[in-house]
Each structure stands twice: as structure tokens, then as C-alpha cells.
């Protein structure tokens, strides 16, 4: 299945709550959440609907890799971008990565003007360089990918900029 991005809104007044324990407001089961599947469920089908409303759950797939790298410091002593820490961490593997811990984090509402204001000067020449090009990658594969990432790329701007005029933060979790 692979590592996911899923991002729940929370109130302010339960900020300091979440900011303790920012994985009790994580659903038990985002990725049924975001395929619209109901929670345990071990066959059926969907229509692949998220189930969460759009301005309450942030899914980014697979494509939060990318919107890290592109955010990260391209030095290690420089500074990441404001987005960066919307994206930032990775996975614990346990036994050779047969399973893993997920990294955790809420961000307060107080700082999610200038993770939106970042979102939104993010340009598809910031992240498309980030590709890992190899002599098998085609154009098509590379623009695929490209439009992949500027998909969710927009999903995330939305979210934010819903969440700054809620006054909302989140809690997040790759995993």
C-alpha cells in the first residue's frame, strides 16, 4: 500500500489537546476515510469519495514525498521553506520494513497563514526539477508525474487557505 499523507482540521480550542497528542485526533482508519471505505473494512467497493468533507481532510496520497523534497533545504544548514513544515518527517520500519510507525505532528492555527501564503507561491518549477529523472523516465512519465503532484498540490492549497479562514489547524500524519 505504501506511505500516505492524511491531514484531519481540528478547532483552535482544542489546540494545546491536539499539540499534546496530536495522534489521538488522526482517524483509526484515514485510508478508508479517504476512499470512502467504511473503517476495518476487509472487502467491498467504493466510488472512491473521500469520506471526510474536503475542508475537514487533507489526503495526499503518495505525492507528500514530492512536496517534501521540494520544501526541504536544498542545503542542510539552510533554512526549509514555511510549506516544509507541513510535509516534514518520515516513517519508523520496524523488522525491514514489514511494518512501520508513522510520524505524527499537529500544526496550530497560528501558523497556518504563512504555510498557505508558501503553498500558494509554490510554482511547477519549484518541484518538477525534483523528479528523479533516469534514462527509462520519459517526458510522458515525468508530465504525469508533474500533474500528479500540482493535483494535490491544489487539494493542500485549499485546505489551508480553508483552514486560515476557519481559524483551524491540524494534525497530520505520514504512515
Known amino acids: 500500500m505504501g506511505i500516505r499523507y492524511y491531514a484531519y482540521a481540528f478547532d483552535a480550542e482544542i489546540t494545546q489537546a491536539v499539540l499534546s497528542d496530536p495522534r489521538a485526533h488522526i482517524s483509526p482508519d484515514p485510508f478508508a476515510d479517504a476512499v470512502g471505505l467504511p473503517h476495518g473494512f476487509t472487502k467491498g467497493t467504493t466510488d472512491f469519495q473521500q469520506g471526510p468533507a474536503e475542508e475537514d481532510m487533507l489526503y495526499l496520497d503518495k505525492a507528500w514525498r514530492n512536496l517534501q523534497r521540494m520544501s526541504e533545504p536544498s542545503d542542510p544548514a539552510g533554512e526549509p521553506r514555511p510549506a ?11 523488522d525491514g520494513w514489514e511494518v512501520w510507525l508513522p510520524w ?38 515525468v508530465e504525469s508525474e508533474a500533474q500528479y503532484v500540482e493535483f494535490h498540490l491544489g487539494r493542500a492549497r485549499r485546505f489551508l487557505r480553508g483552514l486560515e479562514k476557519s481559524g483551524r489547524g491540524f494534525a497530520y500524519m505520514i504512515g
Open 84 to 94: 516544509y513544515r507541513m510535509f516534514e518527517g518520515e516513517v519508523t520500519p520496524l
Open 104 to 141: 505524527v505532528r499537529a500544526i496550530p492555527p497560528g501558523d497556518i497563514a504563512r504555510i498557505a501564503d508558501d503553498l500558494d507561491a509554490i510554482t511547477r518549477a519549484d518541484f518538477v526539477p525534483w523528479f528523479t529523472r533516469h534514462d527509462s523516465d520519459s517526458v510522458q512519465e
